[in-house]
């Protein structure tokens, strides 16, 4: 199993930026996938889950109203459209996947992807 996140880069407060993680190596209609971020001296959080198969979302408080997850299935990709950006979205921006909500939600994660690193300047 491979989750492939990309989509980082450098952009000013307010801006906008779109993340895509690429699944590849299973059938992932089954799984949730969560984004996380880790920012520096910071323990890692999660941002939010989609579930695969129905769509349904979770967003933490933070980024609520800013961030939206979505998938496409024939691309076997999700998606974290990230608007509003704030210095403190800084961070290293990891996808994952899960086999439960709860799972998802506490970070007990089946597989990880490499990170991608987002910088909000002020």
């Known amino acids: 199993v491979q989750l492939q996140a990309s989509g980082g880069g450098l952009v000013q407060a307010g801006g906008s930026l779109r993340l895509s993680c690429a699944a590849s190596g299973r059938t992932f209609r089954d799984v949730f996938m969560g984004w996380f971020r880790q920012a520096p001296g910071k323990e890692r959080e999660l941002v939010g889950i989609i579930s695969w198969g129905a769509g349904t979302t979770y967003y933490a408080d933070s980024v609520k109203g800013r961030f939206t997850i979505s998938r496409d299935n024939a691309k076997n990709t999700v998606y974290l459209q990230m608007n509003s950006l704030k210095p403190e979205d800084t961070a290293v921006y990891y996808c994952?996947?899960?086999?439960?909500?709860?799972?998802?939600?506490?970070?007990?994660?089946?597989?990880w992807g490499k990170g991608t690193q987002v910088t909000v300047s002020s």
């Open positions: 994952a996947s899960a086999s439960t909500y709860a799972a998802a939600l506490m970070g007990t994660v089946d597989y």
